[in-house]
C-alpha cells in the first residue's frame, strides 16, 4: 500500500496547499474528531489504508452514489468501499431485506436455511465444487492457504510482487516493497511488511514478479517441492490495475500442475467487476481454489474461499475424525445478515444486464481522464477491468510492480483533494487504488467526474511541475 501518511503536501506546491487550506476549512468537524480519537485509536481509524493526511474525513451517512461526511458536506462517492459496493449505498432491495432480517435476528451461530439457496447458486456462477463463508478477504485466503498447506504436505507460498491478500501473518510480505528492500527485479527477495511478524515468514513466503516466468521457474526448480501454494490475483488490482500478458496465466497453471501446487486465485477484488462471476472465467484459466469477498456482499461482511472438492473436502474428510481435517471456523461466519445480502446481491441486483452501462461509465471515465493527461501534458494512462479503473502514472505500460514503484505515484495526491474539495471521492484512498462505477450512479453522476477532472489534472500538472522545478 502507498504510504499516505508520509506525504507532505508542502512538497507540491502553492496550488496544492491552498486546496488543503480549503479542506481544513470545509471541514473543521472532521478535524476535531480526529484530535479527539487518535489519542485513543492509532491514527484516528481502524484500517491503516484509511488515514491520510491532514486529517482523513469522519462521515455519518450514505445513500445511492452519495455520502455525507460530518460536516454535511456531500460527495458523491466513486470510492464505494474498495469496490466492495456495486450495489452502491443502502440499496432498496438490501435495505428491505436487511430491515426484515434485523427483526428476525442477525446472529444465530446455527446454519440458516438460505445455505440450500445458495449452495446451489455459488457453485453455478462461480464455476467451483465447493466453498465454505467467512467474514472478510483476509479469512478467506488463510483459509485457502491453510487448504493448499493441507493438500500437499509443504509449508511454503508464493506470492507476486507488489500483490496484497489481507492482513495477516503469512501473507504480509512485499505487499509494498520499497526500492532500497526489494532486492533484484527478476528475483525480488521476501520483504516483511510489517513490524510483529514471526520470523519464519520471509521463508514460508517466497515472491516473484507479476508477468514473468523465468524467475518462477527457477524459484520451482530450486524450492517447487516445498510449495503448498502459489496465490495471485488473475488481474493485478492492488498496485493500480495490471493486465497478465498473453498465455502468462495458463503457463502458471501448468506449471502449478507440474510441481503439483494448489493455485490460487483472489479474485477478491476481480470476482464480479466485470460480469457476474470471475476474472478467471472471463481469462479462460481454472484455478483450482478461489477467494471472494467484497462485491458479493453488497456491503455486508462476507467473503468465501472455494473450489475443488479434492482440496475442500479436507475440512470434513469422511475417512478421519474431525480434528485430523482442515479446520474453518467463526462465530460471524455465514451469519443470516450475510446470507441475505449475498442472496439478494446475486440474483437481484449484479445481474447480467446492469453491466453493461457501468462498463460504459467506466470507459467515459477513461477518455475524459486520457484527454486531460494530453492536455495538461501528464504522464499517466488509465487501466480498467470492468466497472474500475486507475489511473497508472507512468507514460509506458505497466506489467509489473516494479514499475508501478517507479511512477509518478505522489502526484494522486492534489488529484484527490481538489475532487474532495469539489463534492466528489474520485477512487479508494491512495494513487494504487481506483473508481469503482455501482448500478447506483447516474449519468450525471459521471458527468460531475468527468467535469471535475479537467480541474484536478490539471493541479496536478501544476504540482508535477512544481516539483520538477524543485529538484532541478
Ligand atoms: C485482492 C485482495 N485480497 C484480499 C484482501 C483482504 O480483504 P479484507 O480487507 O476483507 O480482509 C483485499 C483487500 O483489499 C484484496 O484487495
Avoid: C
Wanted: charged letters at 25%; aromatic letters at 12%; hydrophobic letters at 40%.
Amino acid at each position: 500500500m502507498f504510504e499516505a501518511y508520509l506525504v507532505d503536501w508542502e512538497d507540491f506546491g502553492p496550488d496544492t496547499v491552498e486546496e488543503v487550506r480549503q479542506y481544513m476549512n470545509r471541514t473543521p468537524r472532521s478535524r476535531e474528531i480526529y484530535e479527539e480519537v487518535s489519542e485513543y485509536i492509532p491514527l484516528g481509524v481502524n484500517s491503516n489504508q484509511r488515514y491520510y493526511k491532514p486529517y482523513p474525513l469522519y462521515f455519518t451517512r450514505a445513500k445511492g452514489s452519495r455520502i455525507w461526511d460530518v460536516d454535511g458536506n456531500e460527495y458523491i462517492d466513486f470510492n464505494m468501499g474498495y469496490g466492495s459496493l456495486l450495489v452502491g449505498h443502502a440499496h432498496p432491495l438490501l435495505v428491505e431485506a436487511w430491515k426484515k432480517q434485523a427483526e428476525d435476528g442477525i446472529l444465530y451461530t446455527y446454519p440458516h436455511e438460505l445455505l440450500e439457496e445458495l449452495a446451489e447458486l455459488i457453485p453455478e456462477i462461480f464455476d467451483i465444487d465447493m466453498f465454505r463463508f467467512s467474514n472478510s478477504g483476509s479469512e478467506a485466503t488463510m483459509f485457502a492457504s491453510r487448504l493448499a498447506r493441507a493438500y500437499t504436505g509443504r509449508d511454503k507460498i508464493i506470492k507476486i510482487e507488489g500483490s496484497y491478500h489481507g492482513t495477516y501473518d503469512y501473507m504480509l510480505v512485499s505487499s509494498w516493497p520499497t526500492r532500497g528492500l526489494a532486492g533484484p527485479r527478476r528475483m525480488p527477495v521476501s520483504v516483511l511488511d510489517s513490524l510483529g511478524l514471526p520470523e519464519d515468514t520471509e521463508e514460508l513466503v517466497r515472491i516473484v514478479p507479476f508477468n514473468d516466468l523465468e524467475p518462477l521457474k527457477e524459484l520451482l526448480e530450486e524450492e517447487g517441492d516445498d510449495v503448498a501454494g502459489l496465490i495471485m490475483e488473475p488481474i493485478m488490482m492492488n498496485a493500480g490495475i495490471i493486465y497478465p500478458k498473453p498465455n502468462y496465466l495458463r503457463e502458471i497453471r501448468k506449471l502449478t500442475k507440474e510441481y503439483d501446487i494448489v493455485l490460487i486465485f483472489d479474485e477478491i477484488k476481480t470476482g464480479m467487476r466485470a460480469h457476474p462471476g470471475t476474472a478467471s472465467q472471463i481469462l479462460g484459466v481454472e484455478p483450482d481454489l478461489i477467494t471472494l469477498a467484497k462485491a458479493i456482499g453488497g456491503g455486508a461482511t462476507v467473503s468465501l474461499v472455494g473450489g475443488d472438492e479434492d482440496i475442500m473436502s479436507l475440512i470434513a474428510p469422511s475417512d478421519a475424525p474431525r480434528y485430523q481435517g482442515v479446520i474453518h471456523a467463526g462465530t460471524y461466519n455465514a451469519n443470516p445478515f450475510a446470507l441475505r445480502s449475498v442472496y439478494i446481491t446475486l440474483t437481484q441486483i449484479l445481474t447480467e444486464d446492469v453491466y453493461p452501462q457501468m462498463i460504459k461509465y467506466t470507459k467515459d471515465l477513461k477518455k475524459a481522464y486520457e484527454e486531460a493527461f494530453g492536455k495538461y501534458g501528464v504522464d499517466a494512462y488509465i487501466e480498467t477491468f470492468g466497472v474500475s479503473g486507475a489511473i497508472m502514472f507512468s507514460k509506458d505500460k505497466v506489467w509489473n510492480f516494479r514499475q508501478v514503484l517507479e511512477s509518478n505515484l505522489e502526484i494522486w495526491y492534489p488529484l484527490f483533494f481538489a475532487m474532495l474539495n469539489r463534492g466528489l471521492i474520485p477512487m479508494a484512498t491512495g494513487p494504487e487504488e481506483m473508481w469503482t462505477v455501482s448500478v447506483q450512479h447516474s449519468e450525471k453522476d459521471v458527468e460531475k467526474y468527468i467535469e471535475l477532472i479537467d480541474v484536478a489534472v490539471s493541479l496536478m500538472a501544476k504540482a508535477d511541475q512544481y516539483i520538477k522545478e524543485e529538484e532541478e
